[in-house]
């Protein structure tokens, strides 16, 4: 099971783009790289999920590499509510597992 | 929108008590998960169930832990023998056939 490296904080202010990157050297062929979010006290949100190269949806990009062994989500403009816990899994249905996450700030 | 809910919202137990946590998947998902979130930790993985048996489990799901899918809408966990250190947030979730699980709101559950 791959194993996922992230920044344990960071912090930003209203209106920047912000970008977290997640390792995952260990990476298997069928595995895909899903972003959670979450808010204190509820439970993770999907974000977004990709293969390889880029995704967008109405909330974030996410960017693989060809050689997969990292991603890296894009949230552009974050506002003070883009503030959480930001969790990249790497896996399959049957075994979907947290790392620790990057917690973000987003200042005003 | 469709949503994964869990029953109770928030369950106190004596230590060595059995406790048994609610889900209701959303209904045409296939595969559902357990995970437990310390107070301030990281979402931890117990344990997926897909076509009426366990998929995958950690190391934390062990004897102690059961899930059922009694009835084809409800998925339990139930703790045997609870220990202090169960204490915890329970998120249930479901998925279809794609890569997006969908998570209850979670079972607090605190072990006295």
């Known amino acids: 099971l791959a194993k996922t490296t992230q920044p344990i904080s960071m912090d930003s202010y209203e209106g920047q783009e912000v970008n977290i990157t997640c390792s995952h050297n260990?990476?298997?062929?069928?595995?895909?790289i899903t972003w959670y979010q979450q808010f204190p006290s509820q439970g993770p949100r999907f974000i977004i999920q990709g293969y390889k190269t880029k995704v967008t949806n109405e909330v974030a990009s996410l960017f693989i590499p060809a050689d997969r062994k990292s991603s890296t989500l894009s949230l552009p403009r974050v506002s003070l509510s883009d503030t959480a816990v930001y969790y990249c899994?790497?896996?399959?249905?049957?075994?979907?597992?947290f790392g620790a996450g990057t917690r973000l700030t987003v200042k005003p | 929108e469709p949503e994964v809910t869990q029953t109770p919202s928030h369950q106190v137990t004596q230590m060595g008590q059995e406790v048994i946590l609610r889900c209701v998947p959303i209904?045409?998902?296939?595969?559902f998960y357990w995970y437990r979130q310390i107070l301030g930790q990281k979402v931890e993985f117990l344990v997926s169930f897909y076509n009426n048996e366990i998929s995958e489990k950690s190391e934390i799901f062990d004897d102690q832990f059961s899930v059922e899918r009694p009835d084809g809408s409800n998925f339990t966990l139930k703790i045997r023998s609870t220990k202090l250190e169960d204490s915890a947030m329970y998120f249930c979730?479901?998925?279809?056939?794609?890569?997006?699980?969908?998570f209850g709101p979670g079972t607090r559950l605190t072990v006295t």
């Open positions: 899994l790497v896996g399959r249905e049957g075994d979907m597992r």
């Open positions: 260990n990476i298997a062929t069928n595995d895909y």
């Open positions: 979730a479901s998925l279809l056939n794609d890569y997006e699980q969908y």
């Open positions: 209904s045409n998902h296939l595969y």
